[in-house]
């Protein structure tokens, strides 16, 4: 079933693959090159991630396998892991491992090669056949190779992808940085236009924060910090992204979320940290001051809603200064 000679094929994965370091991008060019040299009706590639079984692209599955996580423990996912090996299953219907396959794929063959990094698995290539003994041992020696290959391309991509995290995201609190927002608020703003969906952004300030820094020292800051970021990141839903904006101004972006619906996570946000009780003095707590703005109501740009939420985020801060 081998469409082209070794060379030829492994010339033809280098080349298709290595001008994207982008994940997404890559894994999807190796998928749809395998699919070119070994005929197959379904092929996917399969990346541990913490702990997990993550598709990292495929073709030939409904869209929504993207979005599914696989358990190590899984039959077929647990032999190779514990064994490294590849595993081969010519005839589904009298495998023991028939129960893990979703009945919806119809697969009859299939074959399972492990990805090797510095001798640990990290990653499984999957290539399935409706018809019964449909590779030969030519295939599962060529996906084998293939394997070793991809180790150190995806070797690259993950580099890539460190290196790219460490420009976007801020070291000290692990959120993403402005430049993120920027990009993120654009894309948000083209899916609101084009889908009719709403979204918000809640801009935070930690009142006190640098009488904090100044009487404690800047070490003790750095630690209050992360404190609450870790206790911002329990409150908020795993779909709402946080953003360093400056030294202690932080965004936080709520997908598919009203202006109403942010100033109820806003004030829950602020009662929250004000229960922490972290105080500089007697007199002195620290708090948080939050301004809210909504799409498309408030804005249909970037800077307009980060100007929207900032304006209301300090009128809520003096207003508290006024009560005192």
């Known amino acids: 079933m081998i469409q082209t000679d070794i060379t030829g094929a492994l010339l033809l994965l280098h080349r298709n693959v290595a001008r994207y370091l982008k994940k997404e991008e890559a894994f999807k060019r190796v998928v749809l090159t395998i699919r070119k040299l070994v005929k197959s009706d379904g092929c996917a590639i399969l ?62 063959s299939l074959i399972f090669v492990p990805i090797k990094i ?33 180790s150190t391309i995806i070797e690259r991509i993950i580099l890539y992808s460190k290196v790219e995290q460490l420009s976007i995201k801020d070291h000290l609190t692990g959120y993403f940085n402005k430049r993120n927002l920027l990009y993120d608020l654009n894309k948000k703003i083209e899916e609101g236009k084009r889908y009719k969906k709403n979204f918000s952004i809640i801009m935070i300030d930690i009142d006190n924060f640098k009488k904090y820094n100044d009487y404690f020292g800047h070490t003790a800051g750095d630690s209050l910090l992360r404190f609450i970021c870790r206790h911002l990141r329990k409150i908020l839903r795993k779909a709402d992204i946080t953003y360093r904006y400056g030294g202690d101004e932080f965004v936080v972006l709520l997908p598919e979320t009203t202006k109403q619906g942010a100033q109820i996570c806003a004030a829950r946000l602020e009662e929250n940290v004000k229960n922490l009780n972290k105080k500089i003095d007697k007199d002195t707590k620290i708090t948080l001051s939050t301004g809210v703005a909504g799409f498309p109501e408030d804005g249909t740009s970037p800077v307009s809603l980060i100007k929207v939420a900032d304006r209301q985020m300090y009128k809520n801060k003096f207003y508290k200064k006024a009560k005192r």
Request: a positive charge; proline letters at 4%.
């Open 118 to 150: 510095n001798g640990n698995v990290s990653g499984i290539i999957h290539l399935d056949s409706k018809k019964k003994n449909a590779f030969t041992r030519q295939d599962i020696n060529f996906i084998r190779l293939i394997s070793s290959e991809l």
């Open 47 to 108: 990346m541990v991630e913490n702990g997990n079984i993550v598709v990292a692209a495929h073709y030939g599955f409904p869209d929504n396998l993207k979005n599914v996580q696989f358990k190590t423990s899984d039959g077929p996912i647990k032999y190779i892991m514990a064994t490294g090996r590849v595993l081969y299953i010519p005839d589904v219907t009298k495998s023991r491992f028939k129960s893990f396959m979703p009945e919806a794929r119809r697969m009859k």
